[in-house]
């Protein structure tokens, strides 16, 4: 997928996510977790910049998205122990999760392409596509977009309506 494909996949990752931050906190939490998933939905194909790390390899892996949530969560731990250690928990867990989803959806994304992934690289060799379309495809990308701008919009718009 493009760039536009893959904001619209992390849209949708994020939704039910989102829903529960617009119910738990508010609807502006939960378009910031939104604005913060899609502005990195492209942060695997990085690979294409540095040099000697093949195109969907390594950052196109559980272990990659298990590393960024790793980062993510370390950086939301830091940011709560300012509020005592159950925020500092709390914290730590949403950015673990935040940083997790993020690489996901980018992995299932391009499952959805005819070269498809290989999310247990080294350990299993296993490739996983769904041979839908072509990442170059832009009437998939503007869809996958769409959908994720409007399944994101309406989760959002419920859980704020969910009366705490």
């Given amino acids: 997928m493009y760039r536009k ?3 619209g996949a992390s849209l949708v990752v994020y939704a039910p996510f ?3 931050v617009a119910a738990l906190a ?6 910031v977790g939104a604005a913060g998933v899609a502005s990195l939905a492209m942060v695997p194909d990085l690979d294409t910049r540095v040099p000697f790390v093949k195109h969907r390899g390594i950052t196109h892996t559980v ?3 298990l590393l960024v949530g790793v980062a993510f969560g370390v950086v939301g731990l830091a940011a709560g ?18 940083g ?3 690489i996901v959806s980018h992995l299932l994304a391009d499952a959805l392409t005819p070269m498809g992934i290989r999310p247990f690289a080294p350990l299993r060799d296993t490739e996983y596509t769904l041979d ?9 990308n503007y869809a996958l977009l769409g959908l994720g701008g ?3 919009a309406a989760a959002l718009v419920a859980g704020e309506a969910v009366p705490m």
């Fill in 5 to 7: 494909g893959h904001v």
């Fill in 18 to 20: 989102g829903f529960l």
């Fill in 26 to 31: 508010s609807i502006e939490v939960g378009l």
């Fill in 63 to 65: 272990w990659f998205a």
């Fill in 81 to 98: 122990l300012r509020r005592g250690v159950v925020e500092a928990l709390l914290f730590g867990g949403a950015g673990l999760l935040f």
């Fill in 100 to 102: 997790v989803v993020t």
């Fill in 132 to 140: 839908l379309f072509t990442a170059a495809n832009p009437i998939a």
């Fill in 150 to 152: 409007v399944v994101a």
